[in-house]
């Protein structure tokens, strides 16, 4: 496996995404300028042909600066005394330094957190409460001593674009930061067992499909989860670049159905190593199924001018 390092987007805060690219995170502060993707119009990625989120400059990841289009992300603290429960607060700034309080709601939801290990070990896909001057409120369970990346994923109600903005988050304790977890192609989870197929290549669009099964049956009866029968965020690993992938279809168009398998469109920003962590809902509960990826390196362009290998066969 490379260990380019797994989609930082969440260890230091998630990740989900399925970058994702995914969410590969910097400190907080002196990030220099980088793109961003998240939870854009849905529409328009499926008229465009994919189901991958991009940042305004066409980038297809984010969560790599602190402040983007003049909004930053403020956490309230960035150190956590010791690992366990506990319960984030922040606020989104808007360009005039103010709480923004307006959002356009994406998935039913007005702002989506993950919370990721930056050694992409844990994950958490959390939806905050906001108050009426902006600050947001959430319990979260940090794991263990360490660094994280929490990723807010939103779109300002003046805005037409959504924003993936990051920031690190330290836990007080012994801290030994573990290996890329290495997954194979199934893992197994609250006792369901969810198998991947297809690959990430590098600036090269491919298909990911997970098929969910329990007690060796499939399961083709999954809720509705947040508008979709699953949901992907992908982080790159090294720098936790953010991918938040949208699952193709979705409830209620007539076409998709509720399992057993749920597939995404994504396309990874570059060769590496990713973690993907998928959400899906079976009886009341959501469950998360994680996952290492190597992302293979783009296709070799032919030189300007050059005819194609099998150019004496076409007409």
Same mark, same amino acid.
């Given at each position: 496996?490379?260990?380019?390092?797994?989609?930082?987007?969440?260890?230091?805060?998630?990740?989900?995404?399925?970058?994702?690219?995914?969410?590969?995170?910097?400190? #907080?502060?002196?990030?220099?300028?980088?793109?961003?993707?998240?939870?854009?119009?849905?529409?328009?990625?499926?008229?465009?042909?994919?189901?991958?989120?991009?940042?305004?400059?066409?980038?297809?990841?984010?969560g790599?600066?602190?402040?983007?289009?003049?909004?930053?992300?403020?956490?309230?603290?960035?150190? +956590?005394p010791?690992?366990?429960?506990?319960?984030?607060?922040?606020?989104?700034?808007?360009p005039d330094?103010?709480?923004?309080?307006?959002?356009?709601?994406?998935?039913?939801?007005?702002?989506?957190?993950?919370?990721?290990?930056?050694?992409?070990?844990?994950?958490?896909?959390?939806?905050?409460?906001?108050?009426?001057?902006?600050?947001?409120? +959430?319990?979260?369970?940090?794991?263990?001593?360490?660094?994280?990346?929490?990723?807010?994923?939103?779109?300002p109600a003046a805005?037409?674009?959504?924003?993936?903005?990051?920031?690190?988050?330290?836990?007080?304790?012994?801290?030994?930061?573990a290996?890329?977890?290495?997954?194979?192609?199934?893992?197994? +989870?609250?006792g369901?067992?969810?198998?991947?197929?297809?690959?990430?290549?590098?600036?090269?669009?491919?298909?990911?499909?997970?098929?969910?099964?329990?007690?060796g049956?499939?399961?083709?009866?999954?809720?509705?989860?947040?508008?979709?029968?699953?949901?992907?965020?992908?982080?790159?690993?090294?720098?936790?670049?953010?991918?938040?992938?949208?699952?193709?279809?979705?409830?209620?168009?007539?076409?998709t159905?509720?399992?057993?398998?749920?597939?995404?469109?994504?396309?990874?920003?570059?060769?590496?190593?990713?973690?993907?962590?998928?959400?899906?809902q079976?009886?009341?509960? +959501?469950?998360?199924?994680?996952?290492?990826?190597?992302?293979? #390196?783009a296709?070799?362009?032919?030189?300007a001018?050059?005819?194609?290998?099998d150019?004496?066969?076409?007409?």
């Amino acid at each position: 496996m490379n260990t380019a390092l797994k989609v930082a987007a969440f260890t230091s805060g998630l990740a989900l995404a399925f970058g994702a690219a995914y969410g590969v995170g910097r400190a #907080a502060g002196a990030a220099p300028a980088a793109p961003h993707t998240s939870h854009d119009a849905h529409g328009e990625h499926e008229a465009a042909g994919t189901h991958e989120t991009a940042g305004h400059d066409g980038h297809p990841v984010g969560g790599l600066q602190i402040a983007d289009r003049g909004y930053t992300l403020s956490l309230d603290r960035t150190i +956590v005394p010791a690992a366990g429960p506990t319960e984030l607060s922040f606020r989104v700034l808007a360009p005039d330094g103010h709480p923004l309080t307006a959002y356009k709601p994406a998935h039913e939801k007005e702002l989506h957190l993950i919370v990721a290990g930056r050694d992409l070990t844990s994950f958490q896909h959390l939806h905050p409460a906001r108050a009426a001057d902006g600050t947001w409120t +959430v319990p979260a369970n940090l794991p263990g001593a360490g660094d994280y990346r929490v990723f807010a994923d939103f779109t300002p109600a003046a805005e037409t674009e959504s924003l993936t903005l990051g920031a690190d988050l330290h836990v007080g304790g012994d801290y030994r930061p573990a290996a890329l977890p290495e997954t194979g192609r199934s893992v197994t +989870v609250d006792g369901y067992t969810v198998t991947l197929t297809g690959d990430l290549t590098a600036g090269q669009a491919g298909r990911l499909a997970f098929a969910v099964s329990k007690d060796g049956r499939p399961v083709d009866d999954l809720d509705p989860y947040l508008a979709a029968y699953g949901h992907l965020v992908v982080l790159r690993a090294g720098d936790l670049g953010y991918l938040h992938v949208h699952p193709d279809g979705e409830p209620g168009d007539g076409v998709t159905k509720p399992g057993p398998e749920v597939d995404f469109t994504a396309t990874a920003p570059s060769a590496g190593d990713y973690r993907l962590f998928l959400d899906f809902q079976h009886a009341g509960t +959501v469950h998360t199924a994680a996952f290492t990826l190597t992302a293979g #390196a783009a296709p070799a362009t032919p030189a300007a001018g050059a005819a194609p290998a099998d150019s004496a066969h076409q007409h």
